[in-house]
């Protein structure tokens, strides 16, 4: 620290400064801390029987600022300063760290001590080095390549004593309440978010499995930071997403749909969401969405209002005005996941146009092609072969920022043709009205209510659910949608502020092209 700083009384919080030590500890900043916890009810910090446990400490920034209130909260209670820090951490604060490290770290910051029972403890009535910050090495539970209890891949994390299991105690005991062998008011943390799979390229959520864990302990309250691809996608997370849609207990949800807002440097596809649930009180959920200095909220939602989360108030009142009209979806012509069976890294095409060989489009690199394949060679959906298509990438990315095109540009393919796992198509039956439905997807309106159920780079087919079909006998504009489904000057706004026109060259836009990760 320089004499500058000094003299203006500077004294930063170590734990605002650590960097992340891997993409499962990301550490938590005591800002973010301090709001989660200002949604607990005020009277907790004056209950001097109420147990807090964080599952899955790695700085035990939850721990340490809990105890600040604690300690300000039971003064007039316990009125002997050493008493109180003895009975706060002794009897109150619980935690399980990640891995052994952090549970040196979180003791350091919790207890101002690597060890509980140290010479420099702020607590003197333990007497063992752990506190109650616990850390045991766990064995992942093998069956069928996986781990029965989180799904790690035996294949990544199967390699011996001198690394890091990561199976994770909180979600690996049978009887997780013989740890501590206690109930707790309060869980709150910032679970780990997800594990490497064989290939390393689709890796596996495990946050849902911290939350349906802390569910079944029954606590008071139940607080965490959440990646919020849950709300609309995420591999496997179908049943999480419909329990947690469907739970009248939580109160509170905010949610940043850039995750560094909150993680400066760390990047979550789909953001960041914390929640509160108040297992005895049911009834509407109160939701803020923040977008840098745009904070929408907090507005009372039935969260189960359809089956993924609608992020956005004055979206929903836009989406409720669409479906007025009962029309038929446009998921009714376009095709499923590998239509013709093919996955995107299918190489069995030639490059060269043989007499009889159809046009296969597929996505390479991030770069569009066209390959040629017998008709002969085509095993599943001929019946579609023939068609007029609109082709659209499975993936776009593009980045966090608004407004966002929020889709991959289409590309009309003749009749007949096929393609890869890379390309969704929808099908027509000729070239006018091919033109007419590209026309549809390119305009705002289309993109918009697309966006309503894409929250990562993914589209899978049920990312367009509630865009509705259209006459594919003229040019759509955003002008004729915004009539006909009476959009206000401010929906027209917000749905514009949202979403930027899209150019007419594909050619120079980089496709994902990758494998879809839900459904």
Known sequence: MTQMNADKGYNPDVLSCIANLSSDEVFTPPALVNRMLDQLPAELWRDKNATFLDPGCKSGVFLREI?????????????????????????????LAITELTSLLSRRSVYCSKTANGKYSVCGEFDNPQG???????????????????????????????????????????????????????IIGNPPYQMGSDGGTRDIPIYNKFVEQAKKLNPRFLSMIIPSRWMAGGLGLAEFRQH??????????????????LFPGVEVKGGICYFLWDRDNEGECAVTTVRGQDVVGPVDRNLGEFDVFIRDSHALEILRKVRRKHELSIIEILSVDKEFGWTSNFDGF???????????????????????????SVNKSERLIDTWKVLVPEAFNGGDGVPHQIMGKP???????????????????????????????????????????????????????????????RKWTDEDLYKKYKLTQEDIAFIESRVKPMADDASAEPDDGGEADDE
């Open 67 to 95: 105890a600040k209130r604690l300690d300000k909260g039971l003064e007039a209670q316990i009125p002997d300063r050493q008493k109180r820090m003895n009975h706060i951490f002794k009897r109150q604060l619980f935690g």
């Open 244 to 261: 947690m849609l469907e739970d009248r207990r939580i109160r509170k949800l905010v949610d940043y749909p850039a995750a560094s807002e």
């Open 411 to 473: 590309l009309i393919a003749p009749s007949p043709s096929v393609c890869t796992q890379s390309f969704l198509f929808f099908y027509v039956s000729s070239s006018a009205e091919a033109e007419s439905f590209q026309s549809y997807y390119k305009t705002r309106f289309f993109r918009f209510l697309v966006s309503l159920r894409k929250i990562t780079q993914h589209a899978t087919r049920s990312t367009y659910t509630w865009v509705p079909q259209q006459v594919w006998d």
């Open 350 to 376: 030639q490059n060269t146009e043989r007499p009889g060989d159809l046009p296969l489009y597929y996505i390479r690199k991030m770069k569009r092609g066209v390959g040629y394949i017998a008709r002969k």
């Open 132 to 186: 109650n910050i616990r850390f045991e090495r766990v064995e992942h539970t093998w069956e069928n390549g996986r781990c029965r209890h989180c799904g790690a891949s035996r294949e990544a994390y199967d390699r011996g004593d001198e690394l890091e299991t990561h199976a994770y105690q909180f979600i690996h005991p049978e009887s997780l309440e013989e740890i501590f062998k206690m109930k707790f008011d309060v």
